[in-house]
């Protein structure tokens, strides 16, 4: 499911990146460009990063 259509990030790229070490909406955008342009997807991309951290 895509997530952030202006940059064609889906969810699965994101808990992909929160596997890498991604942690933040901040580093999202840095590395995917989530929520950097139109900033709809923000909400539901900070969703799925706090689901798919790991709770250590
Ligand atoms: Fe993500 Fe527009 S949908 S910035």
Redesign the pocket.
């Known amino acids: 499911m895509y997530?952030?259509?202006?940059?064609g990030?889906t969810d699965r790229d994101i808990r992909e990146a929160s596997e890498n070490g991604v942690s933040s909406m901040r580093q999202l955008g840095k590395e995917l460009?989530?929520?950097?342009?139109?900033?709809?997807?923000?909400s539901m991309?900070r969703g799925i990063l706090r689901e798919s951290r790991s709770p250590d």
Not at 33 to 42: E, F, H, N, P, S
Request: net charge positive; hydrophobic share 35%; aromatic share 0%.
């Open positions: 997530v952030c259509l202006c940059h990030v460009g989530v929520g950097t342009q139109c900033g709809r997807c923000a991309a």
